[in-house]
C-alpha cells in the first residue's frame, strides 16, 4: 500500500515570499502521478499541480513548480511570490496507474499561512 | 469552478437516519470517486465507479452504499448514520486520455453533521 507523508503541519510565510511545502511517498509502483491539491477556508478542493512520474521535467504552472525526486521518493511544492490567496491547506497525493484502482492517497496536509 | 456538482450543500440529520448525497460530473467525464473528510481519519477514499460499474472499493463501511446510474450522475446512501458519520463528503470525476486516467476534479462537497 502506499502512503503519503507532510511532515510540516503548518507553515507562514510574508507575503511575497517564497515557500516550500516538502512531500515524500512509499511505493513499491514505477508508473503513477503526483499532485499537490489546495483547499481554502471554502473547503473546496482545488487542484494546483500534476507531476507524472515518467517525466524528467519538474512541473511547473505559473507560481507554483514541484521539486520531484523519483528516488529519494519525494515532491516538494514551491510557491513564489507569496499571495494572501494562497492561504490554505495544501495536501500532497499519490495516484497509481494501471491498477484497476485510481484513488488517491493523501498526505495529512500542511496549513499554509500567508502574512500581510 | 470544477465542473462537478454536488448537492446538498449542508445536511443536518439525526442519528439512526438515512441520507442520499448527489453528484454530477464534469461533463464527459466517466469516473466518479466518493471520499470523507472528517478530522480525525483525513482524507479517505469511499468508492470509485466506471461507466455504472463499480470499479474499486476503499474504506467504505457496510452502512453505506453507492450506485453510478446511465446519465453518468452517482448518488452515495449512508444509512443507519452515527455521529462519526459528520465529515465532508466529496465526490470527484475524471476521464480518459491515451489509455490512462486522468485528473481527478472535485465538487463542493456536502457537510454531514450527525446529531
Redesign the interface.
Known amino acids: 500500500a502506499q502512503t503519503v507523508t507532510q511532515s510540516q503541519p503548518e507553515m507562514s510565510v510574508q507575503e511575497a515570499e517564497t515557500v516550500t511545502l516538502s512531500c515524500t511517498y512509499d511505493t513499491s509502483e514505477s508508473n503513477y502521478?503526483l499532485?499537490w491539491?489546495k483547499q481554502p477556508p471554502?473547503?473546496?478542493?482545488?487542484?494546483v499541480i500534476?507531476q507524472e512520474a515518467y517525466k524528467q521535467q519538474n512541473a511547473t504552472e505559473n507560481r507554483f513548480s514541484v521539486n520531484f525526486q523519483k528516488a529519494a521518493k519525494s515532491f516538494s511544492l514551491k510557491i513564489s511570490d507569496s499571495q494572501l490567496g494562497d492561504t490554505a491547506m495544501y495536501?500532497c497525493a499519490f495516484?497509481k496507474?494501471?491498477s484497476?484502482?485510481?484513488?488517491?492517497?493523501?498526505g495529512?496536509?500542511t496549513r499554509l499561512t500567508i502574512i500581510p | 469552478d470544477s465542473g462537478v456538482t454536488q448537492t446538498p450543500k449542508h445536511l443536518i440529520t439525526a442519528t439512526g437516519q438515512r441520507v442520499t448525497l448527489r453528484c454530477s460530473p464534469r461533463s464527459g467525464d466517466l469516473s466518479v470517486y466518493w471520499y470523507q473528510q472528517s478530522l480525525d481519519q483525513g482524507l479517505q477514499f469511499l468508492i470509485q465507479y466506471y461507466n455504472g460499474e463499480e470499479r474499486a472499493k476503499g474504506n467504505i463501511l457496510e452502512r453505506f452504499s453507492a450506485q453510478q446510474f446511465p446519465d453518468l450522475h452517482s448518488e452515495l446512501n449512508l444509512s443507519s448514520l452515527e455521529l462519526g458519520d459528520s465529515a465532508l463528503y466529496f465526490c470527484a470525476s475524471s476521464t480518459w486520455t491515451s489509455g490512462y486516467t486522468d485528473t481527478q476534479y472535485f465538487g463542493p462537497g456536502t457537510r454531514l453533521t450527525v446529531l
Do not use: A
Open positions: 502521478y499532485f491539491y471554502s473547503r473546496q478542493m482545488i487542484l500534476r495536501f495516484m496507474l494501471d484497476g484502482n485510481e484513488k488517491l492517497t493523501f495529512t496536509g
